[in-house]
């Protein structure tokens, strides 16, 4: 019924608790794909480990790549009629699987959304793919990670995470999101995401790691997004554009008052977009207070 998919690489310390809480769910139709992704510690080896004793597992050892190339392995064997994701440094629920499964089926939905323990919410909502991509974008309720969905297999078939960059989620989760007729959500927290420094997204809760690299793949899929939405969604256009310039001016603030190094020639361009855009951005109905403070502060 369900392909739950694992990227491992270097967890050695970790993966256990992580397999181990999907081996130990309420719901037992699942099949666990686990890829290994090149690691060089024990990692595969504790896979492996857990495979010889549960039939449910299967373990795919494969060459380094990034997070991308090692999902699209485990999309490819994944044999479900649902699918979902875990991080291999996180943990899931008890009944994580069938509280989701539920949700979906219950609601005739295409992807249903859980809560994870830092975004609590006892509430339920049913929406089409544009308010869930509003919902999406906002980042209260959850986030663009894969881990805390659950979706129809059909939806990813002519999908494919991005091969190149370190960032997967923030150029797939929206096109997966477009794709469904109604998606359902409840907020109870189904799902636990580790904070550590050696998270690939640490930089979004530490701004300092932030580095010109990382800047530039976020930049370039946010304007992406944008035009890839507003030619499926243009009555909405002036939204997702909104969504990319508040983007713009969290980063003008971060990187200005954290004095981030080596971002100086996109900071340049992200003010100069700004100021070209001023009106439209201050008149925006999304704008928030601070944004029009920082606008103010920042953008001459």
């Known amino acids: 019924m369900i392909s739950v998919i694992m990227l491992a690489y270097n967890r050695e310390t970790l993966v256990s608790q992580a397999i181990e809480s999907i081996l130990n769910q309420t719901c037992r139709d699942f099949e666990f794909v686990i890829v290994d992704n ?148 409840h907020g109870l927290p189904k799902y636990t995401f580790r904070r550590h420094e050696g998270n690939n997204s640490a930089w979004t809760t530490n701004h300092s790691l932030l580095n010109r690299e990382t800047l530039e793949e976020y930049l370039t899929a946010y304007r992406t997004r944008t035009e890839w939405l507003g030619g499926l969604f243009p009555e909405s256009g002036a939204v997702w554009r909104y969504f990319e310039w508040s983007f713009m001016i969290s980063m003008v603030e971060k990187i200005t008052r954290l004095e981030i190094p080596g971002c100086e020639t996109e900071l340049a361009a992200m003010k100069a977009e700004l100021r070209a855009n001023r009106e439209a951005f201050l008149n925006a109905p999304e704008i928030l207070d601070f944004e029009k403070d920082w606008m103010g502060e920042y953008i001459v």
């Open 38 to 185: 090149g690691s060089t510690d024990r990692s595969g080896e504790i896979a492996d480990s857990y495979a010889a004793r549960d039939p449910r597992v299967r373990v795919i050892h494969r060459e380094r790549g990034n997070i991308g190339a090692g999902r699209n392995t485990g999309l490819d064997a994944a044999r479900g009629a649902y699918i979902t994701f875990i991080d291999d440094d996180d943990w899931a629920e008890p009944d994580f699987l069938e509280f989701l499964r539920s949700l979906l089926e219950e609601n005739g939905a295409d992807v249903a959304i859980c809560g994870a323990a830092d975004k609590v919410f006892d509430e339920k909502k049913v929406m089409t793919a544009e308010e869930a991509l509003v919902e999406l974008m906002w980042r209260k309720k959850y986030n663009m990670a894969f881990p805390t969905k659950l979706f129809r297999r059909e939806l990813a078939e002519d999908l494919r995470f991005p091969e190149e960059g370190s960032y997967d989620d923030i150029a797939l989760m929206y096109k997966l999101l477009a794709g469904a007729k109604r998606v359902a959500y």
